[in-house]
């Protein structure tokens, strides 16, 4: 059994203690009996053994309490210098420390906490919260203090705590310390700063439930498979979230386009950055979707963050387009050969009165090319007159006027002189609207026909006719005059 220090100098004491009295005893006996010469012999050894036992149980007791003040001095110093290595360490650390006494006195805080709350970690020890805090977070840091004592084990607490940036939000966990005896007699704290934690889990939060609510697909992969998938994407595909993360991605992509989505991932494998990758997906229903993937490869883990839209209807529209487009394109050249094999100038003008549409007839009529160059205001080509050639006819009664008014014209008459080639026409001018769904005028089909050479033709006709009438008739007289 180990003898503490207390128990040695005890037990050095009370030996001492009856050694000195066996030698005052002795001492006492030879006075009395100094006549017994062999008694006074035996006693003089006796008091000569005893003084030395006494001296070397002084000395022992004085090596012992010297060797124990060295062990206690060595002792000190291994505790100040541990005591300056773990405020060392605490100061160092970024977290706020404080140990208090259990009637809230602090008996130790760190460089931060001092920072903090501006205070003097020499001069708090032995004040509270009270004497340098807010009464509220006083009371608040009481409370908590208080529950680790009923609990008799460490707690976590969020507090928050003003500071000149803004509000700070602290994790602290507050642990009870025991004495020797068992007895808790302080409680201790160590506060993290999590508010940049906090605004990060807030931000994942959003983040999630974005994902979540979103009507896009969004994805997380490695290079083969699915990792997480939004609700959307089981929505889109058919496929549930667990059938979409138990194989490879690739076992889902159509299989004419598996060859070009391997050299996609390729790229993004390289760092590079996917937008607007369009393939093609089987759903569980065995259809077919058109997928467009935007996706950004993290290259620090891996990987890949990905939205894809389902733009199978925009794909089935562009087809739709382009099939309408190539009969348009048809029709118009149809259209064109027609236009091109009527013996009648053509004019097509929008709203805006500009031609966008004329046939050769009409280049011809007008003596330009270019269609877009053509007036359809005929005024601005021609001097426009009635049939007898003096009266001038009002612009605003041509028909493309009329037909933008939504009004049909047919077969009016007109006289046109050409200023620059001193060439006369006699036209027959017919306007029709072009009406959309929602019955507005659009545009205005013209359509002039040169009668100039019919109506040459008639005039010339007319003035053969009249010579042989003329004719018939003078040999018809002299007949009748020889009869009589």
């Known amino acids: 059994m180990k003898i503490t220090f207390e128990n040695k100098i005890l037990f050095g004491f009370i030996v001492n203690l009856l050694v000195v009295i066996a030698l005052v005893w002795s001492y006492t006996t030879r006075i009395k009996n100094q006549g017994n010469d062999n008694l ?18 002084l000395s022992v007791v004085y090596i012992i309490i010297r060797t124990q003040l060295r062990v206690k001095n060595i002792s000190q110093k291994l505790l100040f210098e541990n005591q300056q290595l773990l405020q060392s360490i605490i100061d160092n650390a970024s977290s706020l420390i404080f140990i208090k006494r259990i ?7 760190n460089k931060q906490f001092a920072s903090l709350y501006q205070v003097n970690s020499s001069t708090i020890i032995g004040k509270t919260d009270a004497d340098f805090l807010a009464p509220e977070l006083a009371y608040a840091n009481r409370n908590s203090d208080m529950e680790v004592v009923k609990a008799l084990k460490e707690i976590k607490i969020e507090e928050t705590v003003e500071q000149e940036d803004g509000e700070h939000t602290y994790l602290a966990i507050k642990f009870p310390l025991y004495d020797s005896t068992g007895r808790i007699y302080a409680i201790g704290s160590i506060a993290t700063d999590i508010t940049e934690r ?4 807030e931000s994942l939060a959003s983040s999630d439930k974005l994902f979540n609510m979103s009507t896009e697909m969004m994805l997380i992969a490695t290079l083969e498979k699915f990792i997480k998938v939004n609700p959307a994407t089981s929505k889109i595909l058919g496929y549930s979230e667990t059938e979409l993360l138990n194989q490879p991605f690739l076992n889902f992509v159509h299989p004419e386009d598996k060859n070009n989505t391997k050299q996609e991932v390729t790229k993004l494998k390289g760092g590079d950055i996917t937008t607007q990758f369009k393939n093609r997906y089987i759903c569980k229903d065995g259809s077919t979707k058109w997928l467009q993937w935007s ?41 064109r050969i027609i236009l091109e094999n009527i013996n009648e100038g053509i004019l097509v003008a929008n709203t805006d009165k500009k031609t966008i549409l004329a046939n050769t ?45 939504g009004e049909e014209t047919n077969d009016i008459d007109l006289v046109l002189w050409n200023p620059n080639t ?15 769904q929602d019955n507005k005028v659009v545009a205005a089909i013209i359509t002039l026909k040169d009668i100039s050479q019919y109506k040459q033709l008639e005039a ?19 007949e009748k005059g020889k009869e009589e």
């Open 295 to 335: 996706t950004s490869p993290d290259t620090s883990t891996g990987l890949l963050y990905a939205v894809a839209q389902d733009i199978t209807a925009l794909i089935e529209l562009e087809n739709e387009q382009k099939n309408t487009i190539n009969q348009l394109y048809e029709n118009e050249e149809k259209l």
């Open 198 to 201: 906090k605004k990060l889990e």
């Open 103 to 109: 009637n809230g006195e602090y008996l130790l805080i």
């Open 361 to 405: 007839m009409a280049n011809e009529l007008f003596g330009i090319e270019e269609d877009e160059k053509i007036s359809p205001n005929l005024i601005n080509h021609f001097e426009l007159y009635y049939p007898d050639e003096r009266t001038i006819f009002p612009s605003q009664n041509l028909p493309m006027e009329r037909a933008l008014l």
């Open 422 to 436: 001193q060439e006369k026409r006699r036209l027959l001018i017919s306007g029709k609207p072009l009406i959309d």
């Open 40 to 57: 006074n012999q035996m006693l003089d050894w006796a008091i000569g053994f005893l003084f030395l036992l006494s001296i070397v149980l």
């Open 460 to 478: 010339e006709l007319k003035e053969t006719e009249s010579k042989y009438r003329q004719l018939i008739g003078f040999k018809k007289g002299e």
